[in-house]
């Protein structure tokens, strides 16, 4: 089966600048998350969604992050303004269900660097 | 609150040897604990999880061991091999509601990073 897609791979801009990062999950799959993984720690979760209702947006910058999935299947993130500490992988995952308990299998990760 | 604790954060071991990783976890109502590798520049990928209704669980050489009581769960390489070398993560559910059911947050581990000397 195909994996989770992202795009783009990498991404440099200056601060205060806009970004947006783009997924599409493995076929099927109903939730769909997006992390944050600064260099030497582990992923951090900045938004669930399931099907295109948000589950869990409790860790999201919502100042200056937003995210939507709005047709339940490819989602964008988007960093408005940037700053310097948003620079990280952005990675997206997918799992099957909601309830937990089922392997996430992640992306390739877009790798974001603020000037 | 939800927090995963792994030790250590580097660990350096010769090939063949083994390698052990531990994870502690503050909520007791978690019941899954996967543990992902992630090798440089890479995805991170699921390489076993165990639920709570286990003990242990293995896998060819990597085995993950789990005690309820005490929140803390393990990862085991055994014959350790230099491909071995990756950051690993573990994690752990939290349970959280959602309306009239529940929906699983997964949360890492800092990451331990793994070399395996020829």
């Known amino acids: 089966e195909a994996g989770v897609a992202q795009s783009p791979r990498y991404k440099i801009i200056e601060k205060r600048q806009s970004v947006a990062f783009w997924c599409n999950p493995i076929s099927g799959h109903a939730t769909l998350y997006w992390y944050q993984q600064i260099l030497g720690q582990g992923p951090k979760l900045l938004i669930q969604?399931?099907?295109?209702?948000?589950?869990?947006d409790s860790q999201l910058p919502k100042d200056r992050f937003s995210a939507e999935r709005l047709k339940g299947v490819d989602s964008t993130l988007k960093i408005q303004p940037a700053k310097l500490e948003d620079s990280a992988v952005y990675l997206c995952?997918?799992?099957?269900?909601?309830?937990?308990?089922?392997?996430?299998?992640f992306g390739p990760g877009t790798r974001l660097t603020v000037l | 609150g939800e927090n995963v604790e792994q030790h250590p954060s580097t660990l350096s071991v010769q090939e063949g040897d083994s390698a052990v990783i531990k994870c502690t976890y503050s909520?007791?109502?978690?019941?899954?604990f996967p543990w992902y590798k992630q090798e440089l520049g890479k995805r991170p990928q699921l390489i076993i999880d165990?639920?709570?209704?286990?003990g242990e669980k293995k896998d060819q050489r990597i085995a993950v061991t789990l005690n309820k009581t005490a929140k803390h769960f393990s990862l085991h390489i055994t014959e350790t091999q230099p491909e071995d070398s990756a950051v690993y993560f573990c994690?752990?559910?939290?349970?959280?509601?959602?309306?009239?059911?529940?929906?699983?947050?997964?949360?890492f581990g800092q990451g331990t990073i793994l070399t395996v000397h020829p």
């Open positions: 909520d007791s109502a978690s019941n899954y």
């Open positions: 995952a997918s799992s099957l269900v909601l309830a937990g308990g089922h392997e996430q299998f």
């Open positions: 969604f399931q099907n295109n209702g948000v589950v869990d």
């Open positions: 165990i639920r709570s209704n286990v």
């Open positions: 994690a752990a559910i939290f349970k959280r509601p959602a309306g009239g059911t529940s929906y699983g947050k997964l949360t």
